[in-house]
């Protein structure tokens, strides 16, 4: 007995010793540098998985919100879809999406959110461009359907070539523009390939030929002049819009005036309907420093204020004359110059535009603007529909009307008194 449990205890010994080394083959089947690799690549595993996890579930949610979208919008397609088909008639699809874009922008009850069709999409842009390709002629019908020049612009081909305001456009070269509208002769000079024309015109009766070729036209926003009054030396300027190329022209004038020794000044925004918000910052940055505050952008209910990048504040006096016609960024001008330069402001009430559009271009070449901010003086007051009241309310006498000098325009004159004033304070 005593020897068969020897036995029995070697054999669970034997056992024991074998299980161990089982143990320890299982185990330990890698070397620690296969261990260190196997460790990486499953975290490296690990890390993509749940990258390509993420990213289908984010698939899923972008593709949920299209689908909200779209659905919002299906009454629309399937409008649209089922007049395409249906209508008796052919249908001219960009008509149907530009009436569309018609009809939610005129929903937004707002006269400055609008569609603009080509032609006004044009003018627009080349009002605020500042520059367009042209001969550098203005031109309008009179009551007898004759076609005159009202206006020509600096530096241009008709202005080398001698045509001056009033005269009659007769022809370019062999149309034949009596009795025509304007857009005969202002479409045929944009469209044709060479740019080169021959212009048949007529000045007191005599008729004359002028040769004009199209090119890159600057418009003139700003012009000025010295007045002299009292014995002082002031600076008249007047800008008829805020477009891209104002500021520069604003910047060699008052250089200019500067040259001159001015004494005071006198700017002039009336009839100016406004412009690009950037350049009257720019402008403004030529009158006063960077400590002053020039407009406030309400978004929201969100206040931000913008402030002059300009590196000094004007000394002398300084008068704006506006009217009814003065809107939107002169207004913005304007009220800057009141609140915080000390300007005083002559002429009638504003127009009352208090808003910013963001302008938008479609692919047929067709424009949509719409409001997207309120825009507030620097004090934080709105003009919207209010306009800004001036310190001296100045009616333009008839006179002006009739003969239209700087002597009857009584407006200036009373401008020219408020900055006497003020130079005999100094």
């Not at 070729?213 to 012009?223: C, D, E, F, G, N």
């Not at 002039?268 to 505050?293: A, Y």
């Not at 915080?340 to 402001?345: L, Q």
Request: include cysteine; aromatic fraction near 8%; proline fraction near 1%.
């Amino acid at each position: 007995m005593e020897k068969h449990s020897n036995n029995k205890n070697k054999t669970e010994i034997d056992k024991k010793k074998m299980n161990k080394e089982n143990t320890k083959r299982i185990v330990n089947p890698f070397t620690h540098t296969e261990v260190i690799f196997l460790v990486i690549v499953t975290t490296i595993v690990s890390i993509l998985m749940t990258y390509v996890c993420t990213k289908t579930y984010l698939s899923k949610e972008t593709t949920n919100t299209t689908n909200i979208k779209d659905n919002s919008l299906q009454e629309f397609i399937d409008t649209y879809q089922n007049i395409v088909d249906s209508y008796y008639k052919e249908v001219d699809k960009q008509e149907l999406i530009d009436n569309a874009i018609k009809g939610m922008l005129s929903g937004l009850d707002d006269p400055y959110s609008t569609y603009l069709d080509k032609t006004t999409s044009s003018n627009f842009d080349a009002s605020l461009a500042g520059t367009y390709q042209g001969v550098g002629l203005e031109v309008y019908n009179d009551k007898d359907m004759n076609i005159i020049v009202s206006r020509v612009f600096e530096n241009s081909s008709a202005a080398k070539a001698g045509i001056e305001e009033g005269d009659i456009i007769k022809k370019i070269d062999d149309k034949n523009l009596t009795g025509k509208e304007t857009t005969e002769f202002s479409d045929y000079a944009k469209t044709k390939k060479s740019g080169e024309f021959t212009v048949v015109y007529v000045r007191d009766g005599q008729e004359k030929t002028a040769k004009l070729k199209r090119s890159i036209i600057i418009i003139q926003s700003v012009s000025s002049k010295t007045i002299m009054q009292e014995n002082h030396k002031i600076g008249y300027i007047k800008i008829d819009i805020f477009s891209a190329t104002t500021y520069s022209q604003l910047k060699k004038t008052i250089e200019k005036l500067e040259k001159e020794n001015i004494e005071g000044m006198i700017i002039d925004v009336r009839d100016n309907t406004g412009g690009h918000l950037t350049v009257v910052s720019d402008m403004l940055s030529l009158m006063m420093d960077k400590s002053h505050v020039i407009y406030q952008i309400e978004n929201k209910g969100k206040k931000t204020k913008y402030y002059s990048t300009g590196k000094k504040t004007k000394q002398y006096p300084i008068v704006i004359l506006q009217n009814s016609g003065s809107a939107s960024a002169s207004e913005l001008f304007t009220a800057a110059m009141k609140e915080e330069y000390g300007a005083k402001v002559v002429g009638t009430k504003s127009y009352g535009k208090g808003t910013v559009q963001e302008l938008n271009t479609l692919q047929d070449g067709t424009q949509y603007k719409f409001t997207t901010k309120k825009w507030l003086t620097p004090k934080g007051n709105w003009i919207h529909e209010k306009g800004i009241t001036p310190d001296e309310n100045v009616e333009l006498d008839e006179k002006y009307f009739e003969n239209p000098t700087q002597e009857n325009d009584n407006q200036l004159q009373k401008a020219l008194y408020v900055v006497n004033q003020e130079l005999k304070e100094k």
